[in-house]
Antibody
């Protein structure tokens, strides 16, 4: 069955870095558009980064441009989010999610990975 | 910047029907044909309930239905049940900036 298993979150200091990983099973990651979506404590959902199935279309929300990088390893069927220059406002639960079709219909989500940025 | 606005909360009694609205602002860049709805229970990942305005993924109850009118999308839950109590989010694709935007979420209370 389809599964997305995330890892790599935790505590980082402001200005620090973390790398989130999302391993897919039950489907081929490169056949789908994928996204990293975050949710700050007690807040709503925000699409942080988005990658097309071909990997040629990549988007970031304005607040993370130049600091976060989405990537994919097809051999490992894995999606990544490299997060640099972390800020307190990046503190959130981060989910990887599969897009049912390239329309923002996320039909499968990872379990979530908490990132806390604090000194 | 385009945005989707939802009411902060709605409530209803078991058996009743409720509707949650999702209104686009600065909405020329929002694709209303791509509206999706998610249900989120505390401590859990969101669950897709409706996509492309009216479509239900396999396994989602037909008590959940979606519609649009102009720049407003709506989620209707009929025959309200206690287990429907959750947060609900709408989303839509956009043509400028972040490819997908979410509404602020609506907390549904089943009285």
């Amino acid at each position: 069955q389809v599964q997305l298993v995330e890892s790599g979150g935790g505590l980082a200091k402001p200005g620090g870095s973390l790398r989130l990983s999302c391993v897919a099973s039950g489907f081929t990651l490169s056949d789908y558009y994928m996204s990293w979506i975050r949710q700050a404590p007690g807040k709503g959902l925000e699409c942080v980064s988005y990658m097309s199935s071909s990997g040629t279309y990549i988007k970031y929300t304005d607040s993370v441009k130049g600091r976060f990088t989405i990537s994919r390893d097809n051999a490992k069927n894995s999606l990544y989010l490299q997060m640099n220059s972390l800020r307190a406002e990046d503190t959130a639960m981060y989910y990887c999610a599969r897009d049912l079709a390239p329309i923002g219909a996320f039909d499968f989500w990872g379990q979530g990975n908490l990132v806390t940025v604090s000194s | 910047q385009s945005a989707l606005t939802q009411p902060a909360s709605v409530s209803g009694s078991p058996g009743q029907s409720i509707t949650i609205s999702c209104t686009g602002t600065n909405s020329n860049n929002i694709n209303y044909r791509d509206v999706s709805w998610y249900q989120q229970n505390p401590g859990k990942a969101p669950k897709l309930m409706i996509y492309e305005v009216t479509n239900r993924p396999s396994g989602v109850s037909n008590r959940f239905s979606g519609s649009t009118s102009g720049n407003t999308a709506s989620l209707t839950i009929s025959g309200l049940q206690p287990e429907d109590e959750a947060d609900y989010y709408c989303s839509a694709s956009t043509t400028i900036g972040t490819p997908v935007i979410f509404g602020g979420g609506t907390k549904l209370t089943v009285l």
